[in-house]
């Protein structure tokens, strides 16, 4: 089954818990249809960059899917269909992702660029 990457908007006045059952929903709809949710993270509330019907921020979550693609494009309606999903794309994957994904593992990544930084200067004043 090919692999496949959705994050989804949900409105900015849903509570945590109800993100979460809107999350199950859909995953759901995946696992009915004989699909995997592989990983699945909520990456917390952003702001947006511009306004979206109104709304300046919005829950944004992940869903990473090994499914067949009629489970796929059923999942997709039922976003379109829930009006608290303010946006939604899906991405056709090679392969699936081991570990966090890059938002999730920006902290990591701001340790390793300052442990960069400070071998450089260890460099730098050796020589």
């Known amino acids: 089954m090919p692999y496949y990457e959705t994050v989804f908007i949900a409105r900015q006045d849903l509570t945590e818990s109800q993100v979460k059952d809107m999350t199950e929903n859909f995953s759901k709809i995946i696992t009915d249809a004989k699909g995997r949710v592989h990983k699945t993270e909520f ?6 960059a511009y306004r979206i019907n109104k709304a300046r921020k919005g829950h944004y979550i992940l869903l990473e899917l090994d499914t067949p693609a009629q489970a796929l494009h059923e999942m997709e309606r039922q976003m ?19 570990g966090p994904s890059v938002v999730m593992d920006r ?13 450089k200067t260890n460099d730098k004043e050796a020589a």
Do not use: A, M, P, Q
């Open 43 to 48: 990456w917390g509330l952003k702001s947006f």
């Open 80 to 98: 379109r269909l829930n009006e608290d999903v303010v946006r939604f794309i899906t991405i056709r994957e090679k392969e699936l992702s081991e």
């Open 107 to 119: 902290g990591s990544r701001d340790d390793k660029n300052l442990k960069l930084d400070s071998k």
